[in-house]
């Protein structure tokens, strides 16, 4: 009765119960005695905040830090494991007197077999050595998982920290600067931004960010280990924390549920003799910081700190991966190098003499220094411009650097060279700008990634943005008494030679070339110079309102758009008339105007897509025949309009709703005719879109130098990897990969009781129903509104 009143009490000292109420009474926040560890593995010896895993025969000192007067005599004893069913003999165990003369230290050579290191701190007694030693050899499953939780509740913690640090230093800063940073750095340390603290005034935005309200850690797919052997594990899939005010120690339920865990799995061992406590690592160069939640205690009970070092494992480099949302990149001192994937290199020092790998034409490499920065997601050049000169036009590099004792290759990447730019205007008369108006100028030849700013010669800052390849567009304002020539200055980031392009202006103030009107079209186009002037157009009575104006090649493009959109399409090609252009003064003009022959337009007839199969993974099914997987082989055919008489030759286009991505199928490169009404295009979406591809697609035919109308075509949906459904008696998880493409997951199509996939999820594993029937039912994220199954094999 009283070991089993002790036990109770010792649980509820130790671990909080799952209620996050309760959760949150037993933070770390008291500090523990520090211990000095190195680690010598071949030759070099680093300090522990350098070493993510220990190999066999690895040479290990242990020093343990106390103050000088120190009160009460501690017992160090550090303990090899070699698995949860195999237990280690007794000539693994080794101790330190740690009051003697010399006797503070510990040097241990990792043997053969050995899986964890385990070290265990307590008042000094002569039979707590024996009993640790009982403890461990009895049940060693028990401290291979205390170990295993400990180790991915320290890196965990250490991400979190990381991220309120940065926070921190925000503070008092420009007022825009937290609202910009935080999103990148939730995004570098896997820790899900409260957007709500971005509304709140900029002075408060920092307290809330940090303050003791629930916050989301998402799981770490480098380091999932936790999420994968966590007894009861939320079914959110995150692992919720709160963090205090102080931003110091934080009531961190990642670390509470080890805890509970731990509490659970050393319950047995709890005696009048010894009790077990959980301490994380606060590791900075060689020395560990023990955090507790729970005060030690010297008399009986006596309290034993289980401290966790890294597993004795192969090591596993971190999964870096080039950024994909990204544009260009410039090779300039600052140019951010877009990495995702492992937050330990933001959170750590596991990632050591990280460089950029450059080969030269003759071979040589030349490795320029980068530096890790979770604000700005990813890894920063500073090398200077100079580096760069005769390395050509375009320069290929790979991260490299250690991780711990191992050296390991990060993504490539391919940067403009800013020496090569050499911009220009995209014709001769582009180049004479009209006086009195805001000029948007084309220009040509490098990379916008390399352009730091734009200038007139007399120091005018003007206003850019890239358009696409190798083109920029600034805007040149020019007044009414401007010179008849002006010098553009085009400067490189990294402070090279600015590129000068030479302009010329012009007194004339208006040119209207040409109204275009196609049949069945609702719409007009307006070209000539100087159309900002134009306020309104009317065409035999029909009132067209001007819109938006784009300037390319020295030209204006006036899109007029119909009051009455049905009247204008109902006019026959071959229709002539005048149409009258209405000037900001009064003044009118008239223009010619011959309906031309309608654009071409078709309707899809019949689509077929069909996934990819992949052995050994679990296959999605969607019944909806408009929701096209992305990845699977895409054959449609369409019906072109009586209006439109289809040649073989014409190109099809097929882009996302919203514009921002497209692609041309090209005769005999997946498109080809039936007979002059119907075509037939196969296309590799993934391939031609890009992987990042998502939402209703659409289509439209290419001829004669004439864009068609969009007709729509399907909705395109990325899946999740699925590998396996596993169940015990307990509870069923979903493994995979991508699973944040899943909104929910659900055992009936009605999605009673789903469980729903938390934004930004990037674990590899979610805990859902037990399927009835052998089928689990999908919302997916790129459409609400399809459902998806997978049968269980």
């Known amino acids: 009765m009283m070991l089993r009143l002790f036990c109770c009490s010792l649980l509820l000292g130790l671990a909080a119960a799952p209620a996050p109420a309760r959760a949150a009474s037993s933070p770390f926040d008291l500090a523990g005695p520090g211990l000095q560890v190195a680690v010598r593995h071949g030759g070099r010896t680093l300090p522990i905040a350098r070493v993510p895993n220990l190999a066999e025969s690895d040479r290990i000192s242990i020093k343990l830090d106390l103050p000088e007067r120190q009160g009460a005599r501690m017992l160090l004893v550090a303990a090899f494991l070699r698995g949860a069913t195999n237990p280690p003999p007794k000539d693994w165990f080794f101790k330190s007197k740690t009051w003697k003369k010399g006797g503070t230290e510990l040097s241990l050579t990792v043997p ?265 997601g990813g890894y920063v050049l500073a090398a200077p411009a100079a580096t760069w000169r005769g390395l050509g036009d375009t320069i290929t590099g790979t991260l490299h650097g250690d991780w711990g004792f191992v050296p390991f290759d990060g993504p490539t990447f391919s940067l403009a060279n800013p020496e090569a730019a050499a911009w220009h ?21 490098g990379a916008p990634a390399c352009v730091d700013r734009i200038t007139l010669a007399d120091g005018r800052v003007l206003t850019w943005k890239p358009t696409g390849g190798d083109r920029l567009t600034v805007t040149v304002p020019v007044p009414p008494a401007a010179p008849d020539a002006l010098t553009l200055l085009v400067h490189p980031k990294g402070g090279g030679e600015a590129v000068s392009v030479a302009l010329a202006t012009t007194t004339e103030q208006l040119r209207l070339d040409r109204l275009t009107l196609r049949a069945r079209d609702s719409e007009a186009d307006l070209t000539g110079i100087g159309l900002d002037k134009v306020t309104a157009v009317t065409l035999g009575g029909l009132a067209l309102r001007p819109g938006a104006i784009v300037r390319a090649d020295g030209t204006d493009r006036l899109t007029l758009t119909a009051a009455d959109p049905e009247k204008l399409a109902a006019l026959d090609p071959g229709h002539r008339e005048t149409a009258t252009v209405t000037l900001a003064d009064g003044r009118k003009r008239p223009l010619p105007v011959v309906v031309a022959a309608p654009r071409p337009a078709a309707t899809l007839l019949g689509l077929t897509a069909t996934p990819a199969v992949t052995q050994h993974q679990l296959q999605i099914a969607i019944a909806d025949k ?28 097929i882009a996302t709703a919203d514009g921002r991505l497209s692609a041309r199928i090209a005769p005999g490169a997946g498109y080809a005719v039936q007979n002059d009404t119907i075509g037939v295009v196969k296309a590799d979406l993934a391939a031609t879109l890009g992987a990042s591809a998502y939402g209703p697609i659409r289509f439209r035919i290419l001829q004669d130098g004439v864009a068609g109308a969009w007709a729509p075509l399907a909705t395109l949906v990325r899946l999740p990897t699925l590998d396996a459904l596993q169940c015990d008696d307990q509870a069923c998880h979903l493994t995979g990969s991508d699973l944040y493409l899943l909104a929910a997951v659900a055992t009936t199509a009605d999605f009673a009781g789903a469980v729903a996939v938390p934004d930004g999820f990037t674990g590899t594993m979610i805990a859902v129903p037990r399927p009835a029937d052998g089928r689990l039912f999908l919302r997916l994220r790129d459409d609400a509104g399809a459902i998806a199954t997978v049968t269980i094999r």
């Open 112 to 376: 053969a077999g050995a899986r964890q290191l385990v070290l265990f701190l307590a008042p000094d007694d002569n039979s707590d050595y024996d009993a640790i030693v009982e403890a461990v050899r009895d049940r060693p499953g028990t401290f291979v998982r205390a170990s295993q939780e400990l180790n991915q509740a320290s890196l965990d913690r250490g991400r979190l920290d990381t991220f309120l640090r940065h926070i921190h230093r925000l503070e008092g800063s420009d007022p825009d600067r937290i609202a910009t940073i935080s999103p990148v750095l939730t995004q570098s340390l896997s820790v899900k931004l409260k957007t709500e603290c971005l509304d709140q005034p900029t002075d408060l935005q920092a307290a809330c960010l940090t303050q003791d309200r629930e916050a989301l850690l998402l799981a770490d797919t480098h380091t999932s280990a936790l999420a994968e052997t966590l007894a009861g594990a939320p079914t959110d899939l995150a692992y919720r924390i709160s963090s205090t005010r102080q931003a110091g120690y934080g009531y961190y339920s990642p670390y509470i549920g080890v805890v509970r865990d731990i509490a659970r799995l050393f319950g047995a061992f709890q005696s009048t003799q010894l009790q077990y406590i959980p301490a994380l690592s606060r590791i900075d160069d060689d020395r560990v910081t023990l955090l507790l939640n729970a005060a030690p205690s010297f008399g009986r009970p006596a309290s034993v700190m289980v401290v966790a070092l890294p597993a004795i494992e192969p090591p596993r480099v971190p999964p870096l991966r080039h950024s994909a949302t990204q544009g260009a990149l410039c090779a300039a001192p600052g140019t951010v190098l877009p990495i995702e994937g492992a937050p330990l290199v933001y959170a750590t020092r596991y990632a050591q003499n990280m460089r950029l790998r450059v080969v030269r034409e003759s071979g040589a490499s030349l490795d320029l220094p980068v530096t890790a920065d979770p604000t700005r």
């Open 425 to 445: 205007t995209v014709s001769r008369d582009a180049a004479v700008l009209p006086v009195g108006r805001d000029n948007a100028l084309d220009l040509v030849g």
């Open 626 to 653: 408009k929701v096209v997987p992305l990845g699977a082989a895409l054959t449609f055919s369409f019906r072109a309009a009586p209006t439109t008489r289809l040649t073989g030759r014409e190109t099809i286009e």
